[in-house]
């Protein structure tokens, strides 16, 4: 059986966006925009592991270039996107198959748990996508740096 796991693409930005019907719903300057997949078995402790991990990783740049800084540590910005497609499986034809993200209901209460997480971990607010919706997210890597972290697999 396949281990499935509360997943995180991380992606250092120098700003970033997420657009919904033509309306800008929120907006960051330098620091972290996260895509959040959430999984059916994805639970409270799996919220808690990745907000603490990803207040803490040190992928921002020190006077000597070297990647020694959290996002704490800047003072940089946070925007989550709930994206379910980070679930996809391509194992059997072309049509990607999503059947191991979580349901609506639990995926939009996982989002939630770890967004606010995120505030406490880092003591500030998170920018946030519209769950559900179809969004146009805009953004300038820094780097570029692009992280995923899987929890079951916590790397």
């Not at 996260?34 to 603490?52: P, Q």
């Not at 803490?56 to 020190?62: H, M």
């Not at 946030?128 to 972290?149: A, Q, S, W, Y």
């Amino acid at each position: 059986m396949q281990t499935i796991a509360m997943r995180a693409v991380i992606q250092r930005v120098l700003r970033a966006s997420v657009e919904v019907e033509q309306k800008i719903v929120s907006r960051i300057d330098q620091g972290l925009l996260i895509l959040l997949g959430v999984e059916s078995t994805d639970v409270r402790e799996d919220v808690v592991w990745l907000a603490s991990k990803i207040a803490r990783l040190r992928i921002f740049q020190d006077d000597s270039g070297a990647m020694n800084h959290s996002v704490q540590d800047i003072g940089g910005d946070l925007l989550v996107v709930s994206q379910f497609t980070l679930f996809a499986s391509t194992r059997k034809g072309n049509r990607p198959s999503f059947i191991a993200a979580a349901a609506p209901e639990l995926a939009l209460q996982r989002y939630e748990e770890f967004c606010q997480q995120l505030e406490t971990e880092t003591s500030q607010p998170v920018g946030r996508g519209i769950f559900g919706e179809h969004m146009k997210i805009d953004l300038l890597n820094d780097g570029p740096v692009t992280i995923c972290i899987d929890t079951k697999r916590k790397e």
